[in-house]
């Protein structure tokens, strides 16, 4: 049974402030990794995907893969209240298009 | 610059009748994906469909639950004899290729009295 973990939370960070989501997976297999932020009573809004080791970066976001230790991390830098939703990761396996979602972190930014 | 497209929004049915969810895929996209998230659950795959294929149902409700994607007009999610526990948001995703991007719709929002 393949996995996602999150920290459901929720977290609460400082306005300006960095906030840090963690997402682990157990398929050692996985492929490709997303981050999506859904926003209550909305529908998943894709922020960032990544598939090698190391960090990507896109203006306030920077997601982290470390397959070695099977872990995904989404960086938000300058946190602002419209931050403030549900994060969640979602995983693919090796040739396989379903996306398998862990729970999801809440993020609460405080002004 | 149309997306993902779900209608209804939100949908109201009683015990034993039969819901009907539409998606019309983003333009250019031809590969069809529909999500289940039932209250403080995690988003679950049901079923990937191409033009008048159906790839996987491997998440699909063995009874019930019938999906179709046909060669004109947009995807349906179809829920026979609905109880309770369907009650769920049903999201819709598209992507140019199985492995791309998945985008999503904004979802139906089912609750069944």
Known sequence: QKEVEQNSGPLSVPEGAIASLNCTYSDRGSQSFFWYRQYSGKSPELIMFIYSNGDKEDGRFTAQLNKASQYVSLLIRDSQPSDSATYLCAVTGAGSYQLTFGKGTKLSVIP | ?113
């Open chain 2, 1 to 113: 610059n149309a997306g993902v497209m779900q209608n209804p929004r939100h949908l109201v049915r009683r015990r034993g009748q039969e819901a009907r969810l539409r998606c019309s895929p983003m333009k250019g996209h031809s590969h069809v994906y529909w999500y289940r998230q039932l209250p403080e659950e995690g988003l679950k795959f049901m079923v990937y469909l191409q033009k008048e294929n159906i790839i996987d149902e491997s998440g699909m409700p063995k009874e019930r639950f019938s999906a179709e994607f046909p060669k004109e007009g947009p995807s349906i999610l179809r829920i026979q004899q609905v109880v309770r526990g369907d009650s769920a948001a049903y999201f819709c995703a598209s992507s140019p290729s199985p492995f791309e991007t998945q985008y999503f719709g904004p979802g139906t929002r089912l609750l069944v009295l």
